[in-house]
T-cell receptor
């Protein structure tokens, strides 16, 4: 089946620093990738849709200048949390869309747990 | 926006029992997926099921699109089935964007 990887799996950083998270589709090409955030005991909330070769589309309430998304190739999207603060601590999960005849399935990466001190 | 409601929010079973999880959605959808989130946070695809019935081992799912609900059946539950089960839907007009329900926390005791 389709595999999506994320790196790093866990990161701890100081307040004010920037953190980059990579999301890769390993065995298929994904023109569209998605970034989600999940707080403890809560559901996944979509942050943005990342389209290869174009600007990301952000959900209402998500600051595009704080959460920079780049989708430079059909297998790689990156999320950079700029000037991170403790309230940005969360579990960040990416997904990649694998479209085919009769299917449009999203496959999820293992997630990145960000802790901002 | 679309609303996705899952029930029950929590479910505790003894190993070997069967269960049914429900997902109601408020609008017409192109896509519906069921996921299992394991204790480490990984979301595992269970079913892509915008309509009809599918089975995979002890799991099966049915979506009745016209009545806007989907059911996930777990038979002969095992302790490894524990975790959170999410249903997520894609609106016909949302361009592959998934909206997640709040999930069902399943605990299977030995």
């Amino acid at each position: 089946g389709a595999v999506v990887s994320q790196h790093p799996s866990r990161v701890i950083c100081k307040s004010g620093t920037s953190v980059k998270i990579e999301c890769r589709s390993l065995d298929f090409q994904a023109t569209t990738m998605f970034w989600y955030r999940q707080f403890p005991k809560q559901s996944l909330m979509l942050m943005a849709t990342s389209n290869e070769g174009s600007k990301a589309t952000y959900e209402q309430g998500v600051e595009k200048d704080k959460f920079l998304i780049n989708h430079a190739s059909l297998t790689l999207s990156t999320l950079t949390v700029t000037s991170a603060h403790p309230e940005d601590s969360s579990f960040y999960i990416c997904s990649a869309s694998d479209r085919g005849p009769g299917t449009d399935t999203q496959y999820f990466g293992p997630g990145t747990r960000l802790t901002v001190l | 926006g679309i609303q996705v409601e899952q029930s029950p929010p929590d479910l505790i079973l003894q190993e070997g029992a069967n269960s049914t999880l429900r997902c109601n959605f408020s609008d017409s959808v192109n896509n519906l997926q069921w996921f299992h989130q394991n204790p480490w946070g990984q979301l595992i695809n269970l079913f892509y099921i915008p309509s009809g019935t599918k089975q995979n081992g002890r799991l099966s799912a049915t979506t009745v699109a016209t009545e806007r609900y989907s059911l996930l059946y777990i038979s002969s539950s095992q302790t490894t089935d524990s975790g959170v089960y999410f249903c997520a839907v894609e609106l016909k007009t949302s361009g592959s964007r998934l909206t997640f329900g709040e999930g069902t926390q399943l605990t299977v005791n030995p």
